[in-house]
């Protein structure tokens, strides 16, 4: 079964400085996607970015940015120029062919 | 309106109550799932359905039943509620697995 790890429980980050978010999955599938998700405090789940497995090109949405190497299992998100309003839980997702498997989540604290 | 809506938003029910916990969709999504939420560990599947002649069970399945009333409508029960089933839970749906979910605003389950 896959498997998705976030070995950080938490993060913290000084406004509009940077901080990557670590993710790394088990697979023996070789095509498939993943995401990265914000869930604030409104519990809400909101889809942050989404990467083809079968594209080399790492994925950017605005100030959020991901690093994929396909060979080391790894999809780490980067969050540049952080704000007040990134601070959530994030979870990293893998789909291969049915259901989506999830992280257990890291907490991103912003300090002011 | 949302897109997925769930009801009720929070509940709090008895130990060994029947619940039933609902989602609807407007989107046309065939594919829709039910996910919970625990602290430290993410969000694991209960059941998913790709049409309404087609339930699966998930990695977390016991203890809980589904019914798919129309490709619109997919309904979590608690046969017997117990207080390890308090969780956060979330419906969610999607056209195709190489796309993210759309997720519902979840519903907080307490068993007393």
């Known amino acids: 079964a896959q498997t998705v790890t976030q070995s950080q429980p938490e993060m913290s980050v000084q406004e509009a400085e940077t901080v990557t978010l670590s993710c790394t999955y088990d697979?023996?599938?070789?095509?498939?996607?993943l995401f990265w998700y914000k869930q604030p405090p409104s519990r809400q789940m909101i889809l942050v970015i989404r990467?083809?497995?079968?594209?080399?090109q790492n994925a950017t949405e605005n100030r959020f940015s991901v690093n994929f190497q396909k060979a080391a299992k790894s999809f780490s998100l980067k969050i540049s120029d952080s704000q007040l309003g990134d601070a959530a839980m994030y979870f990293c997702a893998y789909r291969g062919n049915n259901d989506m498997r999830f992280g257990a989540g890291t907490r991103l604290t912003v300090k002011p | 309106d949302a897109d997925v809506t769930q009801t009720p938003r929070n509940r709090i029910t008895k130990t060994g109550k029947r619940i039933m916990l609902e989602c609807s969709q407007t989107k046309g999504h065939d594919r829709m799932y039910w996910y919970r939420q625990d602290p430290g560990l993410g969000l694991r599947l209960i059941y998913y359905s790709f049409d309404v002649k087609d339930i699966n069970k998930g990695e977390i399945s016991d203890g809980y039943s589904v019914s798919r009333q129309a490709q619109a409508k997919f309904s979590l029960s608690l046969e017997s509620a117990i207080p390890n089933q308090t969780a956060l839970y979330f419906c969610a749906t999607s056209v195709d697995r190489g796309y993210g979910y759309t997720f519902g605003s979840g519903t907080r389950l307490t068993v007393v």
């Open positions: 697979t023996s599938e070789s095509d498939y996607y």
């Open positions: 990467q083809e497995a079968y594209k080399q």
